[in-house]
């Protein structure tokens, strides 16, 4: 099992940046696959990006593409998501997950973090 605790979510303008963060704890982190999810007002929970346990591998949705960069300290047991160019679409709670294999990382989940783009 693995703990994951998400920070870094807020209010934004339409245009502007933030970088959310993911601590994580309990299983070595550097064996995990890594993900950011979302959930929209009403929506179903989405894919957002997922990163390697190295952190050679990254994938996006497309929605997110060029604006939002994944990334990982295995130092740190942390994994980022800096999302720039922000749309009020973006409005959602954030959800890190990890697991074992891309197949299995959405098998631990953090308890989101809330992120609202202002127009």
């Known amino acids: 099992q693995v703990q994951l605790v998400e920070s870094g979510g807020g209010l934004v303008q339409a245009g502007g940046s933030l970088r959310l963060s993911c601590a994580a704890s309990?299983?070595?982190?550097?064996?995990?696959?890594m993900a950011w999810f979302r959930q929209a007002p009403g929506k179903e929970r989405e894919f957002v990006a997922r990163?390697?346990?190295?952190?050679?591998?990254?994938y996006y949705a497309d929605s997110v593409k060029g604006r939002f960069t994944i990334s990982r300290d295995n130092a740190k047991n942390a994994v980022y998501l800096q999302m720039n160019s922000l749309k009020t679409e973006d409005t959602a709670v954030y959800y890190c997950a990890g697991g074992t294999t891309i197949a299995t990382m959405t098998s631990n989940w953090g308890q989101g973090t809330h992120v609202t783009v202002s127009s």
């Open positions: 990163i390697s346990w190295s952190g050679t591998g990254t």
């Open positions: 309990g299983r070595a982190f550097s064996n995990l696959y």
